[in-house]
């Protein structure tokens, strides 16, 4: 494929649903997002023959959210390997993102690494023989070696509002720390996971940095192996299975590949062997996803018949 081809696939598919941009609610919970312009739209996709095609607000930085999931699950894999599975499971919640009620069922083991608890966990990992301001270093170290761009950083404003308003995330913290899923301090397992939620990169940047997993872990562009090719593929499995938390099978259904969702507004999809999407489109459907994202990639997918089968 050529730019010139792949540019028009994201010009028509974008076009397609144009008619639908500003549609949804921004997230207001996090009072720093609910400022956000719900008429922002971009995307972008990169290929690992090197070939890419933007649109609209490709290039403007926004809030990454639950995405950065990904980012510490990676660093947590390559820390501790399969060890991880003994404090947080792989299965789809079927709950919403931030749900206490299986918790407390599944006595402080979180279903999987992509909901609140599980990405929590991953925080308290993190933490292992760091300070927090260590552990957020280490994830901004790595962002800055997969994007190839030094200037990805934390957007305090946001940082600070989710640490004022993380009473729901604290009250999971708190759970799995009376059943011993937690080492390290309610606050500083906190700040380290809000933190990584409130880093800013734009639909070009986070494309540029998924582009290991669709490579089997291997990065084109800093040609460094990231991660084996089975955990990577573990990766892809969870994105698949549990990347839009309770919409997941939706977004399976309509979209058919492993992607990532966060309350910014952004989603990244893998297409194995050949590239990475990324939308953005702040306001969300009812499960926390973007609405006109996930339908821009529903648009990407069937033109350009992409799919994992
Ligand atoms: N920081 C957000 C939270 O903890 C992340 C949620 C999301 O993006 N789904 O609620």
């Given amino acids: 494929m050529t730019n010139t081809s792949l540019g028009k696939i994201l010009d028509s598919a974008c076009r397609s649903i144009q008619n639908q941009i500003g549609s949804g609610k921004v997230a207001n919970y996090i009072p720093a997002l609910a400022r956000v312009d719900i008429k922002k739209f971009g995307a972008a996709i990169l290929t690992l023959n090197g070939e890419s095609a933007f649109f609209g607000d490709a290039y403007e930085s926004f809030s990454i959210q639950s995405i950065s999931k990904v980012f510490s699950l990676t660093l947590v894999l390559n820390q501790i390997g399969d060890k991880l599975w003994k404090r947080v499971h792989h299965e789809p919640s079927g709950n919403a993102f931030n749900s206490i009620?299986?918790?407390e069922?599944?006595?402080?083991?979180?279903?999987?690494?992509?909901?609140?608890?599980?990405?929590?966990v991953l925080s308290d990992i993190l933490l292992?023989?760091?300070?927090?301001e260590a552990s957020i270093q280490t994830i901004l170290n790595f962002l800055h070696e997969i994007s190839g761009e030094g200037r990805i950083g934390i957007n305090h404003e946001v940082a600070i509002s989710e640490l004022e308003n993380a009473h729901r995330n604290a009250s999971l913290v708190h759970f799995m720390k009376s059943c011993n899923n937690i080492e390290n301090t309610v606050s500083d397992v906190l700040e380290v996971y809000c933190n990584h939620c409130s880093i800013s990169m734009s639909c070009e940047e986070l494309s540029r940095s998924m582009l290991f997993l669709a490579k089997e872990g291997f990065d084109?562009?800093?040609n460094k192996r990231i991660i084996s090719p089975e955990l990577a593929r573990r990766i892809n499995s969870i994105m698949m299975l549990?990347?839009?938390y309770d919409a997941s099978g939706d977004f399976a259904y309509r979209v058919g590949l492993p992607g990532k969702s966060g309350v910014g507004g952004g989603i990244v999809a893998i297409v194995p062997d050949v590239g990475v999407i990324t939308v953005w489109s702040p306001g969300l459907?009812?499960?926390?996803n973007s609405l006109v994202g996930t339908s821009a990639l529903e648009a990407i997918a069937r033109i350009s018949n992409w799919n994992i089968l």
């Fill in 101 to 103: 009620v299986q918790l």
């Fill in 105 to 120: 069922m599944e006595r402080g083991i979180p279903r999987n690494p992509f909901i609140n608890a599980g990405a929590l």
């Fill in 128 to 132: 292992k023989d760091r300070t927090p």
């Fill in 220 to 222: 084109p562009i800093s």
């Fill in 242 to 244: 549990c990347g839009h």
């Fill in 285 to 288: 459907n009812n499960n926390g």
